[in-house]
């Protein structure tokens, strides 16, 4: 984490040999923080933004680890009654 903005020259700062190990950072004003996910298996990974006060936003995003197999286990299929958006419109969410 820094202050200011965040610069591809920032990620030389970036402290890689012993990383804080937690589920929960903190953003501070006018700063930055980079976080490092260990994705310890396939399928999708929600990561929220808890700023309350702009919730209504969505502040989240989901990111799929992927795998070349199709299992139910590793990952459920997209709902029939999925809302979707951009350029997920109109595609088909089951084979």
């Known amino acids: 984490m820094d202050g200011g903005a ?5 990620r030389s700062g970036y402290n890689l040999r012993d990383t804080v ?12 923080t980079a976080i490092y ?7 999708m990974w ?8 702009r919730q209504y936003l ?7 680890v992927y795998t070349p197999s199709r299992s139910l286990r590793d ?9 979707l958006c951009g350029r997920a419109q109109g595609r ?3 084979p």
């Open 75 to 83: 990952e459920a299929l997209i709902p029939r009654n999925a809302i």
């Open 92 to 94: 088909h969410t089951r």
């Open 37 to 43: 996910i260990a994705l310890d298996n396939v399928g």
């Open 58 to 64: 969505g502040q989240q995003f989901y990111l799929r």
């Open 21 to 32: 190990a937690r589920s929960t950072t903190q953003v501070y004003p006018k700063s930055w």
């Open 46 to 53: 929600n990561i929220r933004s808890e700023n309350w006060g």
């Open 6 to 10: 965040w610069t591809p020259a920032s």
